[in-house]
Antibody, heavy 119, light 108 residues
Framework: QVQLVESGGGVVQPGRSPRLSCVAS????????MHWVRQAPGKGLEWVAY????????YYADSVKGRFTISRDNSRNTLYLQMNSLRADDTAVYYC????????????WGQGTLVTVSS | SYVLTQPPSVSVAPGQTASISCGGS??????VHWYQQKPGQAPVLVVY???DRPSGIPERFSGSNSGNTATLTINRVEAGDEADYYC???????????FGGGTKLTVL
């Protein structure tokens, strides 16, 4: 069955640079675009970043552009989010999500990893 | 950037019909997707491309989209439908993906 498993979350000091990972299985990862979506405590969903199926295209929300970098390694079925210059308002559960082909919807979701930015 | 507006909350009695709106400028020209999120869980796609259902989603869930409003309709509401619901579109002009603010469905 489809599985997306995120890791790399935890308590992080402001300004530090953690990297989140998401290992995918149960579907043809190389045919899916991938996203990161986050949810601050008690708040709604916020799209963060997109990477195309082959890694050639990336897009970012204005709130993270220039600080976060999304990438993927299809040989390892793994998605990454490099987070730099973290701020308190980056505190959230970070979900990875897969989108089939050129679909605009989020077909599959992981269970999320919590990143808490605190000194 | 494109904005989607949802009511913060909707309440409905069991067995009745719940309607959750999602407003956006000329949203009828876009494909709208809907997600259900229960506390402590990841979102689940319940309606895609305005009105289609993924496999495993009950027929009680349906959607429509016209003009400036998309609507998620849940017929014969059950206690297990209590959750937050989010609408979502992609904004090709900005290469962004956009979520509505979410609607908390309470089953009375």
């Amino acid at each position: 069955q489809v599985q997306l498993v995120e890791s790399g979350g935890g308590v992080v000091q402001p300004g530090r640079s953690p990297r989140l990972s998401c290992v995918a299985s149960g579907f043809t990862v190389s045919r899916h675009a991938m996203h990161w979506v986050r949810q601050a405590p008690g708040k709604g969903l916020e799209w963060v970043a997109y990477v195309s199926y082959d890694g050639s295209k990336t897009y970012y929300a204005d709130s993270v552009k220039g600080r976060f970098t999304i990438s993927r390694d299809n040989s390892r079925n793994t998605l990454y989010l490099q987070m730099n210059s973290l701020r308190a308002d980056d505190t959230a559960v970070y979900y990875c999500s897969a989108a089939a082909g050129f679909s605009s919807k989020f077909d599959y979701w992981g269970q999320g990893t919590l990143v808490t930015v605190s000194s | 950037s494109y904005v989607l507006t949802q009511p913060p909350s909707v309440s409905v009695a069991p067995g009745q019909t719940a309607s959750i709106s999602c407003g956006g400028s000329n949203i009828g020209s876009r494909s709208v997707h809907w997600y259900q999120q229960k506390p402590g869980q990841a979102p689940v796609l319940v309606v895609y491309e305005d009105s289609d259902r993924p496999s495993g989603i009950p027929e009680r869930f349906s959607g429509s989209n016209s003009g400036n409003t998309a609507t998620l309709t849940i017929n014969r509401v059950e206690a297990g439908d209590e959750a937050d619901y989010y609408c979502q579109v992609s904004d090709g002009s900005s290469d962004h993906w956009v979520f509505g603010g979410g609607t908390k469905l309470t089953v009375l």
